[in-house]
């Protein structure tokens, strides 16, 4: 069956430095892979898509690559801030149907 | 940015009776979507819904759950005879036409069943 993995402990990192999640998919051959920030009692919020055919992409301090032969894809938050400190949820898709991984929850210390 | 709105935020109710979550899109969305997170464990799809219909549903959206969307605005999840298992947060999602795949979440409906 499909799995998604990501870290399941929390990581916890100093205000700047660079942090790196990481989500591994088996049994699966998304057309597209998909990045969420959820804080508690709240609702995903949408950070960044990578389609199976691109490498890496950017968005301001937000990096995802995608490694399909690997079936990984890591999420790197660079200069971090505490104000990201947050679960990160990994999730896959085809269609609009997502199968989200279990997150991982990121803690910035100032 | 616009928002997609769910209604209550806290659900309270019995085994057995039926609860009605209620959730109003972004005005120019297409897709809906209902997706559940019981504490501690993994957001996981229920339902999606286009053009009045389901067009996809999981193994738990079992005959006790249905969608409608009444009017040009609310898409609603009805659980007919509501379980303890079935104490969540729910969530409502929507996304626009195209190539984006990008869904727009709500904040949630808290289902506790007692």
């Known amino acids: 069956s499909q799995k998604i993995e990501q870290n399941s402990e929390a990581l916890n990192i100093q205000e700047g430095k660079t942090a790196t999640l990481t989500c591994n998919y088996t049994?699966?051959?998304?057309?597209?892979l998909q990045w969420y920030r959820q804080d508690p009692g709240r609702g995903p919020v949408f950070l960044l898509l990578?389609?199976?055919?691109?490498k890496e992409k950017r968005k301001e301090r937000l990096k995802v690559t995608f490694d399909t032969t690997l079936k990984q894809s890591l999420f790197h938050i660079t200069a971090s801030q505490p104000a990201d400190s947050a679960t990160y949820l990994c999730?896959?898709?085809?269609?609009?149907?997502?199968?989200f991984g279990q997150g991982t929850e990121l803690s910035v210390k100032p | 940015e616009p928002e997609v709105t769910q209604t209550p935020s806290h659900q309270v109710t019995q085994m057995g009776q039926e609860v009605i979550l209620r959730c109003v899109p972004i005005?120019?969305?297409?897709?809906f979507y209902w997706y559940r997170q019981i504490l501690g464990q993994k957001v996981e799809f229920l339902v999606s819904?286009?053009?009045?219909?389901?067009?996809?549903k999981s193994e738990i959206f079992d005959d006790q759950f249905s969608v409608e969307r009444p009017d040009g605005s609310n898409f609603t999840l009805k659980i007919r005879s509501t379980k303890l298992e079935d104490s969540a947060m729910y969530f409502c999602?929507?996304?626009?036409?195209?190539?984006?795949?990008?869904?727009?979440f709500g904040s949630g409906t808290q289902l506790s069943v007692l």
């Open positions: 999602a929507s996304r626009g036409q195209g190539l984006t795949e990008k869904l727009f």
């Open positions: 049994n699966y051959s998304p057309a597209y």
């Open positions: 990578i389609r199976e055919n691109e």
């Open positions: 999730a896959l898709g085809k269609g609009g149907k997502l199968i």
């Open positions: 005005s120019n969305h297409l897709y």
């Open positions: 819904f286009y053009n009045n219909e389901i067009s996809e």
